[in-house]
């Protein structure tokens, strides 16, 4: 192995991608493969916490997230793109970290305040949704990260992973509680305290123009678009300007677009200014110009997507995740150890004879 810094970081396999996580956070995870050492998890256990009577969804919708992954630049050359649920060591952390945090602070964690809103999960919830936070915290620690590349949504869920941390370090290694959260892994503890890293755009905008982008709201342009659909949707971004020579609004949804999207810096000043003077500029033409900048971005990824198209291209996937986990697995080995070690829970090292059984 090496000894780069490490990223862990995830999704729950909930259907495609679209805009907003490439700027909230996969855009961020493409960019830093080289300077860490990357961890990709399929969240599928997350998956069963709301929908455990639709295992073939979840089964289809977890192919499908790689297929996003390697598309937006994902190299599993250079990255680990693993299986939640076939790293044992996760589940294991799962158990001991959840005696380290109070039941009403779990409870009490935002995300998923917002998530049983959102969802409309009333009081109908699985015993099991709320642990899926706890089961953050192993999925991120069990990697002993510095940094966490998430979207805004997840910060809570971030901070109490930082707290877990803390905690074991503090009952178990016996690092003083003033220490400083840099200095946890030299005062003796096993994990650092990782950094949520968010992306450039905290929130895009959806194309309803309120809301922000979501599946489950209807108003994403997902990276798996084709170019026809990429411009009926930014079509359909809603501003409620009249005419083009309307002074605008340049922090409308639309303008979110074009800073986001449109990479030349002088003409974003340039359509910014022509705007909020109602400089004789359409609304159109600037889709236009958002359109063919989202598009120029997407090309590529549709060409690196178009490789695992079809049953073949799901074998690649397969073997992908297989040799992914197969690798996370060896630094997951190590942290359990090394935390039952700290327990006081290694009085012999795990053996499991399997016999005959397969
Ligand atoms: N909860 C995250 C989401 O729904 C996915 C996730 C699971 C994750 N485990 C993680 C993200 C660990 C970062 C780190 O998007």
């Not at 706890?134 to 620690?141: E, M």
């Not at 109490?160 to 840099?182: H, L, S, W």
């Not at 992306?199 to 798996?224: E, P, T, Y």
């Not at 340039?270 to 109602?278: F, P, Q, T, V």
Request: negative net charge; proline residues 5%.
């Amino acid at each position: 192995m090496n000894s780069r810094p490490r990223i862990l970081t995830g999704d729950t396999p909930t259907g495609s991608l679209h805009l907003g996580h490439w700027v909230g956070s996969l855009e961020n995870r493409v960019r830093l493969q080289d300077e860490y050492e990357c961890y990709f998890l399929l969240a599928n256990m997350h998956a069963f916490t709301t929908r455990a009577e639709k295992p073939d969804e979840i089964r289809r919708d977890t192919i499908e997230i790689v297929k996003d992954w390697l598309a937006a630049g994902i190299d599993p050359a250079r990255s680990c793109v693993l299986l939640q649920t076939e790293v044992p060591a996760i589940a294991e952390l799962t158990w001991f970290f959840a005696m380290l945090l109070p039941f009403n602070r779990v409870m009490r964690n935002p995300t998923l305040k917002t998530e049983i809103d959102s969802k409309g999960l009333g009081d109908k919830y699985s015993f099991g949704f709320p642990m899926y936070a706890v089961g953050q915290c192993a999925d991120i620690l069990v990697f002993r990260p510095e940094l966490v590349p998430v979207g805004e949504d997840q910060v809570a869920h971030i901070e109490m992973c930082r707290e877990v941390a803390r905690r074991f370090n503090q009952v178990f290694c016996g690092v003083d509680p003033k220490t400083e959260d840099d200095d946890y892994v030299k005062a003796g503890g096993l994990f650092p305290i990782p950094m949520a890293l968010v992306g450039r755009v905290a929130r895009l905008a959806g194309i309803d123009g309120v809301q922000k982008m979501s599946k489950s709201l209807g108003n994403a342009i997902f990276l798996n678009d084709d170019p026809a659909t990429v411009k009926k949707k930014v079509g359909k971004i809603f501003t409620g300007r009249q005419s083009p020579t309307e002074p605008g609004d340049t922090s409308n949804a639309l303008f979110q677009f074009v800073e986001a999207f449109i990479t030349d810096a002088a003409r974003v000043a340039e359509l910014k200014d022509r705007y909020s003077r109602g400089d004789n500029i359409g609304d159109g033409h600037i889709k236009a110009e958002v359109t063919e900048a989202i598009n120029a971005m997407l090309a590529p990824m549709r060409e690196r997507r178009a490789q695992f198209d079809g049953p073949a291209g799901e074998k690649m996937i397969i073997e992908i995740i297989r040799d992914g986990t197969s690798r996370a697995n060896r630094l997951a080995e190590e942290t359990l150890w090394l935390a039952k070690q700290a327990m006081g829970l290694d009085l012999f090292p795990r053996t499991i004879d399997l016999g005959k059984a397969r």
